[in-house]
T-cell receptor, first 115, second 110 residues
Framework: EAGVAQSPRYKIIEKRQSVAFWCNPI?????LYWYQQILGQGPKLLIQ????????DSQLPKDRFSAERLKGVDSTLKIQPAKLEDSAVYLC?????????????FGEGSWLTVV | SQQGEEDPQALSIQEGENATMNCSYK?????LQWYRQNSGRGLVHLIL?????REKHSGRLRVTLDTSKKSSSLLITASRAADTASYFC??????????FGKGTTLSVSS
């Protein structure tokens, strides 16, 4: 079974530029998550999708971040304009159900450096 | 917001020794999970313990949960160099998405 795929793995941009990350979850997984992990910290949830609907985006900085999952499969996370503090790893994850106790499967992450 | 808080932040041991890391959390939970993250990689699920369980084993892993103290511990027995990684506890206080702690960085030297 293929895992969660993310691209690009690494990206360096200047502040105020834009960047987009792509994620393809495990086949059949209805729930998709984007987490932000700053160096030395644990992952922080940015947004959770159930199929193509948003379940939780309370911690997504909506003035600069946007995410979509139009067909309920793959997803794109965009940052525009980027700030220095956006330097982090962006982890996509998926699970088969959204209920409590579900195992979440993570991709390898997209590393963003904003200079 | 961070729900779990791991302790210690960093732990260095020799191969063959046991490693114990602790997690404290703030609100009531349905279950608690532990994940491992190797340097530069994504997180991998290790074990889940439900709120009505007190102890669970999986291979060299032993997890305990004390809901009265809102704390959990992860014990790795007979550590190996390959266990070198960061370990995170995660809870789902709202019943859906996991909230992670800051992690414990474990270094096992041979």
């Amino acid at each position: 079974e293929a895992g969660v795929a993310q691209s690009p793995r690494y990206k360096i941009i200047e502040k105020r530029q834009s960047v987009a990350f792509w994620c393809n979850p495990i086949s059949g997984h209805a729930t998709l998550y984007w987490y932000q992990q700053i160096l030395g910290q644990g992952p922080k949830l940015l947004i959770q999708f159930q199929n193509n609907g948003v379940v939780d985006d309370s911690q997504l900085p909506k003035d600069r971040f946007s995410a979509e999952r139009l067909k309920g499969v793959d997803s794109t996370l965009k940052i525009q304009p980027a700030k220095l503090e956006d330097s982090a790893v962006y982890l996509c994850a998926s699970s088969s159900r959204r209920e409590s106790g579900n195992t979440i499967y993570f991709g390898e992450g997209s590393w963003l450096t904003v200079v | 917001s961070q729900q779990g808080e791991e302790d210690p932040q960093a732990l260095s041991i020799q191969e063959g020794e046991n490693a114990t890391m602790n997690c404290s959390y703030k609100t009531s939970i349905n279950n608690l999970q532990w994940y491992r993250q190797n340097s530069g990689r994504g997180l991998v699920h290790l074990i889940l313990i439900r709120s009505n369980e007190r102890e669970k084993h999986s291979g060299r892993l032993r997890v305990t949960l004390d809901t009265s103290k809102k704390s959990s511990s992860l014990l790795i027995t007979a550590s190996r160099a390959a266990d070198t990684a960061s370990y995170f506890c995660a809870t789902d206080p709202a019943g859906t998405a996991l909230i992670f702690g800051k992690g414990t960085t474990l270094s096992v030297s041979s």
